[in-house]
């Protein structure tokens, strides 16, 4: 079985600063997807962006960024010039390659706060 | 864009009543799935379903069931509710196939309280 594990229950970061989340993963698997989702104060959750484990080049999607290290089953979030927008849970995922393998596994979130 | 609606942001309900919680997804995706969300614990899987009369078993299924008789549609079904099951529930869907790294698309939620 998978797990995720994001040890940074709350954060918080002025804004135009940067900051990253950390997530950790456990997997015996080689090929996978990772994700970082983001949920706004009662919104909706929103995908932020998405690895895929056997690309090296790691995901970019405007100011956010990620760090993947495959060998350390590692997955941060890095978020350039923060914006007050960008206040939400954010939650790591983990999800399997292969046919039949539907299940997303989350790890517990970390909650942003950008502070003007 | 994919849409992804749940019938009630807000629901109360007593103890030992039955409980529908619906959703519905606009994209003609195959896989929908259920999520209770509590703090501290993230999103936990309670069922899914990649077609129309399938469904699986999640992470935490005990006090659930679903339907899905349409392929648009998935119902959480609490059959007989209580207390401990007051919670965020999260619909969500994705396309096929399983296993292809496809996101899932979330519904806005349904605050369910049980009194």
């Known amino acids: 079985a998978q797990t995720v594990t994001q040890s940074q229950p709350e954060m918080s970061v002025q804004e135009a600063e940067t900051v990253t989340l950390s997530c950790t993963y456990d997997t015996s698997e080689n090929n996978y997807y990772l994700f970082w989702y983001k949920q706004p104060p009662s919104r909706q959750m929103i995908l932020v962006i998405r690895q895929e484990a056997y690309k090296q080049q790691n995901a970019t999607e405007n100011r956010f960024s990620v760090n993947f290290q495959k060998a350390a089953k590692s997955f941060s979030l890095k978020i350039s010039d923060s914006q007050l927008g960008d206040t939400a849970m954010y939650f790591c995922a983990f999800m399997k390659h292969g046919a039949g393998s539907y299940q997303l596994t989350f790890g517990k979130g970390t909650k942003l706060s950008v502070i003007p | ?115």
Request: charged share 25%; glycine share 8%.
């Open chain 2, 1 to 115: 864009d994919v849409k992804v609606t749940q019938s009630s942001r807000y629901l109360v309900k007593r103890t030992g009543e039955k409980v529908f919680l619906e959703c519905v997804q606009d994209m003609d995706h195959e896989n929908m799935f259920w999520y209770r969300q509590d703090p501290g614990l993230g999103l936990r899987l309670i069922y899914f379903s990649y077609d129309v009369k399938m469904k699986e078993k999640g992470d935490i299924p005990e006090g659930y069931s679903v339907s899905r008789e349409k392929k648009e549609r998935f119902s959480l079904i609490l059959e007989s509710a209580s207390t401990n099951q007051t919670s965020m529930y999260l619909c969500a869907s994705s396309s096929f196939p399983g296993g292809a790294g496809q996101p899932q698309h979330f519904g806005d939620g349904t605050r369910l309280s049980i009194l």
